[in-house]
């Protein structure tokens, strides 16, 4: 099967000129397409990643495009021997990116994009990556290679693979692309990442001397099943469906199946047979990408539960002893027959130079289920693009998409393009609280016309601004503050929730209790229950405002909001902050009754003048700006100075506290604050 339009590339949003894009390899141009796909559907951000350890491992073999150029004097030039190098195909999407992780091609004919898969793996393991980009790429640009694997009786008559079918007689050549981001499992669940599939394990080896340079040899095929079975920590009896190398070739798919026969059928319970396909009967053989399709195929099939048949399976090969074996061809779509988070399958490639590799994968973890978000809650809606044409097209995408029966929720949406998605200069944002009403915003903007709720622009060339986050300290509470957050966001929830639970044991009760209660119950007037409160409530909207891609450039904090301004800058842990903030609530509830703050409008050294000659009575506790200060003391001399600055004109504010914090009234709880928190590990910011 052939691609459509492999001549067309956009250059222009890759950076490439039209001259260097000529002499490019089309491979190379529709890896850096396929890849950038790639990114957006995993909600990789590009330039979050530019300078990052990404590993690059693409799976190649074909270079017709250089053999074309190489028969054009005219076509030589600087740009021809990058265009058409193996090596660049790889090396080339490390440098768009800015990746600094291994960048490599790999060539082992019809494995190469599942030895590219195993060596990322290998890769990630040893910490050489953090994440890793595996690709595989087949095109087809000239006949020759065809012709050969003609003469050869490698290709269908019929130009059908039928695989595992008594008719088989040969694959059909195919055009494609595929690309598979892998990260560690736990960094995947840490970032929120969409997960299809999880590798547990690979092995590659090599056939040796056979009965000829390309016949497969068996026995080394049933090696490198059982060592990627037991790299995984897999018992091959509980493996339901291999996506095999299955070309439908008279002498390969009995191989193939005997090996499989000799390895799942080991501890296997009588009439329970492994499910087998190809994806080559489906789309053709990709060659270097074949590895890759399996892979994929298996990764959809894992995360939507189901099987898909392997078509053109009409008659059983009678060379191939399916029952005996334990072996079936999938011939239908089915479920999967156990829950996908545990169902385990294997993906074969095998090389015609004896290369062979196999993968065992496992179905996506289960993952707790979210809070539902209301209906009709208000979404931005951001979208960008590099040129006016291509944001219209994204427009029209993304209305498709909002009126698709498959797409999530409206707030799903919105989150992707706004934290998942790279921003690029052409722009536009709507706000919306249905997806009917985001439909018609985006309309409007397709047919030139205003609407309300729908902002377009371009970015702008002046320099972003810095965005700080500002901690208040006591008094900044309210019954019900962050309870519809509670109930609504769920990483919200979760930082309430990871408080809590720090926290019970030192206190011995509940914040989530005080901060749902109601408000007869509520006692977070008390400075033992505000103070821990006020803490998670801040620290629970920062981790909020990052899930959304907020993050600040600086923090601030007054009075005890410099506790959690600490953890947001990553100098204090969460359990030291919360020991700090428990303690220092509990000691200043005792100090209720001996003293007062009060809000002046003075400068500092206006309030110090105010104050001398008070000694300990009063002193200036917080400077809050250049013309603003806390003072802070025992109650009877503050009122009286208070009094003398309002007849004066100045504005006092008493704050509904009975202590005076940041004063010497707290010096006698310093040494069991000390005490009480113990030692406290600092980083630097």
């Given at each position: ?30 890896l ?41 004097n ?5 740009y ?11 090396n ?7 990746w ?36 595989g ?87 490198v ?63 270097a ?26 008659e ?25 988070s ?77 934290v ?27 047919a ?10 371009h970015?702008?060339?002046?320099q ?28 919200f ?5 990871q ?40 620290l ?55 003293g ?68 010497p ?21």
């Open positions: 099967g052939f691609l459509e339009q492999v001549d067309q590339f956009d250059a222009a949003f890759f950076g490439i000129s039209p001259r260097e894009a000529a002499r490019m390899d089309p491979q190379q141009r529709l850096m397409e396929v890849a950038w796909e790639a990114l957006e559907d995993g909600g990789q951000v590009a330039d979050r990643l530019a300078g990052q350890r990404v590993g690059v491992f693409v799976g190649i073999s074909g270079f017709d495009y250089g053999l074309l150029q190489l028969g054009d005219g076509l030589s030039d600087a021809a021997g990058t265009g058409s190098a193996l090596s660049i195909a790889a080339r999407l490390s440098y768009f990116f800015d600094r992780g291994p960048s490599m091609a790999v060539d082992t004919a019809c494995s190469s994009s599942l030895v590219a898969v195993h060596l990322a793996c290998q890769n990630l393991r040893l910490g050489e990556c953090d994440m890793a980009l595996v690709a790429v087949n095109l087809l640009l000239s006949p020759t290679m065809t012709v050969n694997f003609a003469k050869a009786g490698f290709m269908a008559s019929d130009g059908r693979c039928k695989a595992f079918d008594a008719r088989a007689d040969g694959y059909v050549r195919s055009e494609g692309a595929g690309v598979v981001l892998l990260k560690p499992l736990s960094q995947a669940l840490a970032d929120g990442d969409p997960i299809y599939a999880v590798v547990l394990g690979s092995a590659t080896n090599q056939d040796g001397r056979s009965n000829g340079l390309t016949a497969p040899n068996p026995q080394s095929q049933i090696d099943l059982r060592r990627a079975y037991r790299n995984a920590g897999v018992a091959p009896a509980d493996v339901q469906y291999v996506e095999t190398h299955g070309t439908g070739t008279p002498l390969g798919d009995p191989i193939e199946a005997q090996a499989l026969g000799a390895v799942l059928s080991t501890g296997r319970a009588s009439g329970q047979s492994a499910a087998i396909g190809s994806v080559k009967s489906n789309i053709g053989h990709l060659e990408a074949a590895g890759i399709a399996g892979l994929i195929k298996v990764a959809l099939s894992l995360k939507h539960g189901q099987l898909p048949p392997s078509l053109h399976f009409r059983p090969n009678p060379l191939i002893p399916f029952d005996n074996l334990s072996l079936r061809v999938q011939q239908t779509l089915t479920d999967w027959p156990v829950e996908p545990v169902a385990v399958a294997g993906v074969s490639a095998f090389g015609f130079g004896g290369a062979n590799a196999h993968v065992v994968v496992q179905g996506p973890p289960a993952r707790r289920q979210q809070l539902d978000p209301p209906a009709q809650r208000v979404q931005v809606v951001p979208l960008s693009a590099r040129t006016p044409e291509a944001l219209r097209g994204l427009a029209r995408a993304t209305r498709d998409l909002l009126q698709s029966p498959s797409a999530g929720s409206l707030g799903d949406i919105a989150y992707t393009a706004g998942r998605r790279s921003h690029h200069d052409h722009r536009l944002a709507l706000v919306a609280d249905t997806a009917d009403r985001a439909v018609s915003r985006l309309d409007a903007f397709l030139g016309r205003n609407a309300n709720d729908l902002v377009i622009g970015r702008s060339r002046q972003a601004g810095k965005l700080a986050f500002v901690f208040c300290g006591q008094g900044s509470h309210w019954w019900a503050m962050g309870r519809q957050l509670l109930r609504e966001e769920r990483v929830r979760q930082a309430v929730e408080c809590d639970a720090l926290l019970h044991p030192l206190a011995g009760w509940s914040l989530l209790n005080e901060l749902t209660a109601g408000e007869t119950e509520s006692r977070l007037d008390y400075t033992t229950f505000a103070q821990p409160a006020i803490f998670a409530v801040q629970a909207l920062v981790e909020l405002w990052r899930s959304w891609g907020i993050e600040p450039d600086a923090v601030v904090g007054h009075s005890m909001g410099e506790v959690a301004a600490a953890v947001t800058a990553g100098i204090l842990d969460l359990p030291d902050a919360l020991r700090i903030v428990y303690h220092r609530g509990r000691l200043m509830e005792r100090a209720r009754g001996t007062k703050l009060v809000v002046v409008d003075l400068s500092q050294a206006e309030a110090e003048l105010a104050v001398a000659g008070l000694d300990d009575q009063v002193g200036v506790a917080v400077v809050n700006s250049p013309n603003s200060v806390l003072l802070g003391g025992e109650t009877a001399a503050l009122d009286t100075l208070i009094d003398s600055l309002q007849r004066r004109g100045v504005h006092c504010q008493y704050l509904s506290l009975d202590f005076s914090s940041h004063n009234q707290m010096d006698p709880y310093l040494a069991e604050m000390a005490d009480s928190v113990g030692e406290v590990g600092l980083r630097a910011a």
